[in-house]
């Protein structure tokens, strides 16, 4: 019965996102003069209908749409084309409104819900890599590798294989797999059955070939560096910066060893070194040598990344103290900068590549997040921040949709990013056991996607027909109407072979 009722409640949310979508059509129309001549729920073929004045209320056989018939849309009849209750007669701004009810309406629900849900409190949202990359560093998440259940015990291995492998991410597709623990416990289950923590898969990098001189003295080939300073090892970008910004007593370096997680505090020296010098370098003929570091310009400490010459202008001094370390003694060095600040040094960081001496290959492991701050917004921030992330995310939806669409068009594939109504159906029955503020995420998220995707400029859509109407109010009249009509049909069957492809490619990856 439990899971009866989980599969209704998305049924029922679905239905009411599609229905408050078209409720807004209806309202817009009515309210500009334009006859509606049925208002359906689903698809047909039709199950029972009414009539209501002029508009035919229709509830059809399948239930995942909607639709709104308007009097003189997509008709050639000339008669209806003229009629002062036809959506053909009204003006580019009065169809514009019509046009643009639905998806307002959808971005409504949006707010309304993802408002309440910061309100109350809700988990980050992590749209990309980059909102990945900016929890950790903003100290949102604290990861430890591995998969962990909720009662304390590890994952070693998954069918044979050991958890911090490359291939670790194929074990959260939804099948049923074998998983031994570190007390020598096994199960089978999917990783979604049994009470695993939240689980994510984190970059990570693996040692291939490491030389003597590398800092990271303790690590040694097929170790996986999964952390530095707290860092996921996103890009030896990412890596390198990890060292530079957290360096503070020295740098916590966390790797995996055959399954087994180890620790190791990297001494990294912020300081730049002087590399080179300009031909009249003043720096050079005080007695400043290649090799020196730069610690601080007139007594502030200088780091990587800092600019010594800013220091210079903004004090406007014009002979500054160059203090420099030369054998782990600090030399002070009485300059006179040019009008730019500069005393002819060329710098370098102290640490770089070098410093690190080894071969990888980008890899990845499963980990259970330990620990996620919710965002929490008083209730008059929270609808700023709410429009915030939903300009984000419709970036997003947009992005994907629009690849998917060119990926169908071009070779009839569907990236494994992209889930249809099938994993959309999942996902909500995930939500709705959940209930609460995830519940109200989910719905936010869905009907901002419908809003995202409806307003795009596909024949079909609200969005395409848009278009067409723009082009009326620059033309001065509209298209032809039996044109318009064909191309909106063309759009139509598209969306269709998408939806099939879309849902093929779901119910494959089960």
């Known amino acids: 019965m439990s899971v009866f009722l989980n599969v209704l409640g998305v049924v029922l949310i679905l239905s009411f996102l599609v229905f408050i979508h078209e409720l807004g059509h209806f309202i817009a129309a009515r309210r500009n003069g334009v006859k509606v001549e049925e208002f359906g729920m689903g698809f047909p073929p039709r199950l029972f209908s009414f009539k209501k004045g002029d508009t035919v209320y229709t509830f059809n056989l399948i239930p995942f749409g909607g639709f709104v018939k308007l009097y003189g849309e997509d008709t050639?009849?000339?008669?209806?084309?003229?009629?002062?209750?036809?959506?053909?007669?009204?003006?580019?701004?009065?169809?514009?409104?019509?046009?643009?009810?639905?998806?307002?309406?959808?971005?409504?629900?949006?707010?309304?819900?993802?408002?309440?849900?910061?309100?109350?409190?809700?988990?980050?949202?992590?749209?990309?890599?980059?909102?990945?990359?900016?929890?950790?560093?903003?100290?949102?998440?604290t990861?430890?590798?591995?998969?962990?259940?909720?009662?304390?015990?590890?994952?070693?291995?998954?069918?044979?294989?050991?958890?911090?492998?490359?291939?670790?991410?194929?074990?959260?597709?939804?099948?049923?797999?074998?998983?031994?623990?570190?007390?020598?416990?096994?199960?089978?289950?999917?990783?979604?059955?049994?009470?695993?923590?939240?689980?994510?898969?984190?970059?990570?990098?693996?040692?291939?070939?490491?030389?003597?001189?590398?800092?990271?003295?303790e690590l040694r080939p097929d170790d996986v560096i999964t952390s530095i300073g707290g860092v996921p090892p996103f890009d030896m970008e990412t890596l390198i910066?990890?060292?530079?910004?957290?360096?503070?007593?020295?740098?916590?370096?966390?790797?995996?060893?055959?399954?087994?997680e180890f620790s190791s505090l990297i001494e990294v020296n912020n300081y730049y070194e002087i590399s080179g010098f300009t031909d009249d370098s003043v720096a050079l003929k005080a007695g400043i040598l290649e090799?020196?570091?730069?610690?601080?310009?007139?007594?502030?400490?200088?780091?990587?990344?800092?600019?010594?010459?800013?220091?210079?202008?903004?004090?406007?001094?014009?002979?500054?103290?160059?203090?420099i370390r030369r054998d782990g003694i600090d030399l002070d060095y009485v300059?006179?900068?040019?009008?730019?600040?500069?005393?002819?040094?060329?710098?370098?960081?102290?640490?770089?590549?070098?410093?690190?001496?080894?071969?990888?290959?980008?890899?990845?492991?499963?980990?259970?997040?330990?620990?996620?701050e919710q965002i929490k917004e008083p209730i008059y921030r929270a609808p700023i921040t709410a429009l915030s992330e939903g300009t984000k995310i419709a970036v997003m939806t947009a992005g994907a949709f629009l690849k998917t669409f060119s990926d169908v068009a071009t070779k009839l594939e569907v990236s494994d990013d992209i889930g249809g109504p099938v994993q959309v159906a999942k996902l909500g029955f995930v939500f709705v056991q959940e209930g609460g503020v995830e519940l109200l995420s989910f719905i936010a998220l869905i009907s901002l996607s419908l809003a995202v995707i409806n307003i795009l400029p596909i024949p079909a859509l609200d969005g395409g027909r848009l278009v067409?109407?723009?082009?009326?109010?620059?033309?001065?009249?509209?298209?032809?109407?039996?044109?318009?009509?064909?191309?909106?049909?063309?759009?139509?069957?598209?969306?269709?072979?998408?939806i099939a492809v879309v849902t093929f490619y779901d119910i494959v990856r089960i």
Not at 241 to 260: I, P
Not at 469 to 486: D, H, Q
Request: hydrophobic share 40%.
């Open 241 to 260: 910066a990890s060292f530079y910004s957290n360096n503070d007593g020295g740098v916590e370096v966390k790797y995996l060893r055959e399954g087994e």
């Open 143 to 217: 990861s430890e590798a591995g998969l962990h259940l909720e009662d304390g015990r590890k994952v070693v291995q998954v069918d044979e294989t050991p958890v911090y492998s490359f291939e670790a991410t194929k074990f959260l597709d939804g099948n049923e797999h074998e998983f031994v623990f570190d007390d020598g416990s096994i199960e089978l289950g999917t990783v979604e059955d049994l009470d695993f923590e939240p689980v994510v898969s984190l970059p990570a990098i693996r040692i291939t070939e490491i030389s003597n001189e590398s800092v990271l003295t």
């Open 335 to 372: 300059l006179r900068p040019n009008d730019e600040g500069l005393v002819g040094i060329a710098l370098a960081p102290e640490f770089s590549l070098k410093d690190l001496s080894f071969d990888f290959v980008q890899d990845s492991v499963l980990s259970s997040v330990t620990d996620i």
């Open 291 to 323: 090799g020196d570091n730069l610690i601080a310009v007139d007594g502030l400490i200088i780091e990587v990344g800092d600019d010594p010459s800013k220091v210079v202008r903004d004090k406007g001094l014009e002979k500054v103290v160059y203090t």
């Open 76 to 141: 050639y009849d000339k008669r209806i084309l003229n009629s002062k209750q036809s959506y053909a007669s009204k003006t580019p701004w009065q169809k514009v409104k019509i046009l643009t009810a639905g998806v307002f309406m959808n971005f409504l629900v949006f707010w309304i819900c993802m408002t309440a849900a910061m309100t109350i409190g809700m988990d980050p949202m992590i749209t990309n890599e980059d909102d990945f990359q900016m929890a950790f560093k903003d100290g949102t998440y």
């Open 468 to 498: 067409f109407v723009i082009i009326e109010a620059f033309r001065g009249k509209p298209l032809n109407s039996r044109i318009e009509a064909m191309i909106h049909t063309a759009g139509f069957i598209f969306l269709l072979l998408l």
